[in-house]
Antibody, heavy 123, light 107 residues
Framework: QVQLVQSGSELKKPGASVKVSCKAS????????MNWVRQAPGQGLEWMGW????????TYAQGFTGRFVFSLDTSVSTAYLQISSLKAEDTAVYYC????????????????WGQGTLVTVSS | AIRMTQSPSSLSASTGDRVTITCRAS??????LAWYQQKPGKAPKLLIY???TLQSGVPSRFSGSGSGTDFTLTISCLQSEDFATYYC?????????FGQGTKVEIK
C-alpha cells in the first residue's frame, strides 16, 4: 500500500539545523509531487510548499523561503526537509503529504500523509 | 491567499447525533475542497475531496456538500471513533490553505 514513513523526533538548540526525511513506498516515487505541511503545537495546518519529484524543483510558500530547503534522493524514494538557523518558533510537527494525482504544478488535496516528525527547538 | 473559515470552532455531541460543520472560503473555489480528520498525535486523514467525493474506505456516514464559497461536512450518526478535529482545505489555487479546524468532543 502507499505509505510515507518519516524520521523520528528531533530536539535541537536555537541556531542549529535539522533534516527530516520522508520515505515513500508502494508507488513510483517520481510520478507524484510531495508536499510539506507544518503544525505548530495546538495549532492548525499550514502548507509549506512542494517538490517536483521528477525534476527536483521545489516551490516554497510565502514564509518558508530562505531557511527551508526541500530535496530528494530518488534512489531511495525519499524526500527531505531541511531547516537551518532554527528558532523557537520552528517548534512544530512537520508532515510530508503526497499529491495523489500524477500531474504537476496544480494545487491538490493530500493523500496519504506521513506520520509526522516533531521538531523541538529549545536551549 | 484564500482564507478558509470553519464554524463552529468546537462542538459537543453524543454518539448517534447528526453533526454538521461549515467551511466558508473568502472567494469562490468551485468544488476544489477537501476535508480531513485528525486525531490527537496522528496525521490528518483524507475524508472527502472535490467537495463531495468520499475517499475510498471512509464510512458512508460522512458526506460533503457545497460549491463556490460555502461547504458542509456532515456526520450522519456520530460514532465514538469520530471524536476528532476536522479541517477543510481549498486547492483551487496556491497556496493551498486550511480552515482553523473544528474539534468534535464528547458531550
Amino acid at each position: 500500500q502507499v505509505q510515507l514513513v518519516q524520521s523520528g523526533s528531533e530536539l535541537k538548540k536555537p541556531g542549529a539545523s535539522v533534516k527530516v526525511s520522508c520515505k515513500a513506498s508502494g508507488y513510483t516515487f517520481t510520478s507524484y509531487a510531495m508536499n510539506w505541511v507544518r503544525q505548530a503545537p495546538g495549532q492548525g495546518l499550514e502548507w509549506m510548499g512542494w517538490i517536483n519529484t521528477n525534476t527536483g524543483n521545489p516551490t516554497y510558500a510565502q514564509g518558508f523561503t530562505g531557511r527551508f530547503v526541500f530535496s530528494l534522493d530518488t534512489s531511495v524514494s525519499t524526500a527531505y526537509l531541511q531547516i537551518s538557523s532554527l528558532k523557537a518558533e520552528d517548534t512544530a510537527v512537520y508532515y510530508c503529504a503526497r499529491d495523489p494525482s500524477s500531474g504537476w504544478g496544480r494545487a491538490n488535496w493530500f493523500d496519504p500523509w506521513g506520520q509526522g516528525t516533531l521538531v523541538t527547538v529549545s536551549s | 491567499a484564500i482564507r478558509m473559515t470553519q464554524s463552529p470552532s468546537s462542538l459537543s455531541a453524543s454518539t448517534g447525533d447528526r453533526v454538521t460543520i461549515t467551511c466558508r472560503a473568502s472567494q469562490g473555489i468551485s468544488s476544489y475542497l477537501a476535508w480531513y480528520q485528525q486525531k490527537p498525535g496522528k496525521a490528518p486523514k483524507l475524508l472527502i475531496y472535490a467537495a463531495s467525493t468520499l475517499q475510498s474506505g471512509v464510512p458512508s456516514r460522512f458526506s460533503g456538500s457545497g460549491s463556490g464559497t460555502d461547504f458542509t461536512l456532515t456526520i450522519s450518526c456520530l460514532q465514538s471513533e469520530d471524536f476528532a478535529t476536522y479541517y477543510c482545505q481549498q486547492y483551487y489555487s496556491y497556496p493551498q490553505t486550511f480552515g482553523q479546524g473544528t474539534k468534535v468532543e464528547i458531550k
